[in-house]
């Protein structure tokens, strides 16, 4: 009996330890980069469209000593642009065209996935 009770507590903890919520990211001056109002409203944007929903996510690196956001996508049948931002939403360039390579952004992670994400990232 005495094992049933350290097993309960054991599962007790493991229950209430685990959370689906991150650490907020800090980068930008900010506390946190998903409260970044255009950040926000690029994700609100996105979410609108079923492609969106299904394949998008956002990555946060580094490109040119400054932090930067690419926004992207794993959509199989999309022949798609991917967008890098600035910490004020600017749009910096295009990977790809623009002068910028994929390559010269470093310490990228992923910081925001769709609701429907199906990629495996």
């Keep these: ?3 049933y009770i350290y097993l ?3 599962l007790g903890l493991l229950a209430f330890s685990c959370s ?3 650490d907020p990211i800090k980068a930008c001056n900010v506390n946190n980069v998903l409260e970044l109002p255009w950040l926000q409203e690029l994700i609100a944007e996105t979410e609108e469209f079923e492609i969106g929903r299904d394949y998008a996510y956002i990555t946060m690196g580094t490109y040119d000593s400054q932090t930067v956001f690419v926004s ?3 959509c199989p049948l ?3 642009i991917v967008v890098v931002y600035d910490c004020s939403g600017n749009t910096i360039g295009k990977i790809g065209y623009e002068g910028i390579s ?3 952004i470093t310490d990228r992670e992923v910081i925001w996935k769709s609701s ?3 990629c495996n990232i």
């Design 116 to 118: 429907n994400n199906s």
């Design 1 to 3: 009996m005495k094992n």
């Design 20 to 22: 689906d919520d991150n």
């Design 72 to 74: 992207q996508n794993c």
């Design 102 to 104: 994929a390559d010269e």
């Design 8 to 10: 309960f507590a054991f």
């Design 78 to 80: 999309c022949n798609s």
